[in-house]
């Protein structure tokens, strides 16, 4: 049997890049054994030695992994917590866009898009339920996206998936609010990541505009977020839907 590690262990996906690489830096900086999750083995391992190399409070590990192939992803999972002991922390942000108007949606972006950004939180999660429940403790964080909350021309098939991370949270927070466990979504709104890279000038200057704050957002902003939802202190925090889109939505 594994001896348990001492550091609370946490899976992030998609952190080879963008938000997913800033939560990883941020929750290494609070501690964490972090498990980076994606599927290109080079960047993950460049992160893994970056983190290890800090000596800092954190430590890291990754596996190179589709979660969007639910056997690869779900084993995965039972890797991690044969090998540490325990898990503590999932915070399921890899995601895909595959943008178009809904009458020329093809079903294969479509199920694409579903697959990678909705199905593997639910294979995450019921993957790592029970390793929480035996620890007494759990913070997941599910990544929409304000997309996800008002809606998004040419973002059916993302705008669907993203809304459904908001009724798998709260579902979750309600079966395992009793175990210590707390699920919320986390609504980033413009990011400035690849995803967000090639999108036209006029576009980000008009979504600029509906900004409170009057910038965008970093991948920083975000971990910052996720930092406190998943600290020991947020064990009140469930079920929410938290937008951090400097003032976009309000909502
Ligand atoms: P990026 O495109 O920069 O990064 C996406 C990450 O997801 C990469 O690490 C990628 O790694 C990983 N990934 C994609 N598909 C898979 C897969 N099938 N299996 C495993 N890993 C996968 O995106 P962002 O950092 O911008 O976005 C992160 C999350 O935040 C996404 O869920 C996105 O929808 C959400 N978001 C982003 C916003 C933004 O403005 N940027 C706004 C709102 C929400 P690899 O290619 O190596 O597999």
Redesign the pocket.
């Known amino acids: 049997m594994t001896q348990a590690s001492e550091k609370r262990v946490a899976v992030v ?8 690489r800033a939560i990883a830096l941020r929750l290494a900086r609070d501690g964490r054994h972090v498990v980076l ?4 083995a080079g ?1 993950l391992s460049d992160l893994a030695q970056q983190i290890e190399a800090q000596h800092g409070p954190g430590s890291a590990s990754f596996k190179a ?4 192939d639910p056997k690869e992803f779900g084993e995965a999972i039972e890797q991690v917590i044969a090998e540490r002991g325990r898990l503590d922390i999932l915070i399921n ?5 595959k943008d178009g108007l809904v009458l020329r949606m093809s079903d294969e972006d479509w199920n694409a898009v579903l697959s ?2 909705l199905t593997s939180a639910f294979v995450g999660i019921r993957a790592a339920a029970r390793a929480m429940m035996k620890g007494r403790f759990g913070r997941i964080v599910n ?5 996800g909350v008002v809606g998004n021309a040419g973002q059916a098939n993302y705008a669907a998936a ?1 809304a459904g991370l908001a009724g798998l949270s709260k579902t979750i927070a309600r079966e395992l609010g009793s175990k210590g466990i707390t699920c919320n979504v986390i ?5 400035e ?4 890279a090639n999108l036209p000038p006029q576009v980000k200057e008009g979504v600029l505009n509906l900004m409170a704050v009057k910038r965008l957002g970093t ?1 920083d902003d975000i971990a910052a977020a996720v930092s406190y939802v998943t600290s020991d202190d947020a064990g009140f925090l469930t079920g929410q839907v938290i937008c951090v889109d400097g003032g976009m939505t309000m909502c």
Request: cysteine-free.
């Open positions: 996906t998609g952190a080879s890049r963008g938000i997913g999750v994606s599927r290109s960047p992994v589709d979660v969007g942000n890899a995601g895909i866009t990678t950004n990544i929409s996206s304000t997309s993203k609504a980033p709104g413009f990011i990541t690849d995803m967000t991948g």
